[in-house]
């Protein structure tokens, strides 16, 4: 199953009713949207480009900023 950036989107909103610091999720909405823009610009995959970009600090759920890109790997 591909991960859509409205997966993505969704799965982030329902991250943020389950953490106190909800600041990365506004940056990774950002990131994805500012993502998805330059894609279309480049006439590349604007909802893979989303979707990353929503996705790349999904590892801050687990222990905040400390180690996320690891932890966002597992
Ligand atoms: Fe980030």
Redesign the pocket.
């Known amino acids: 199953m591909k991960l859509t950036s409205n997966d993505a989107l969704n799965m982030l909103e329902e991250i943020r009713k389950e953490v106190e610091n909800d600041h990365w999720i506004d ?2 909405i950002c ?1 994805g949207n500012s993502a998805g823009k330059i894609a279309e610009s480049l006439k590349l995959d604007v909802d893979f480009a989303k979707t990353l970009g929503y996705i ?2 999904i590892g801050k759920k687990i222990n905040g900023p400390k180690n996320h890109s690891v932890n966002g790997y597992y």
């Open positions: 940056h990774s990131v790349h600090d």
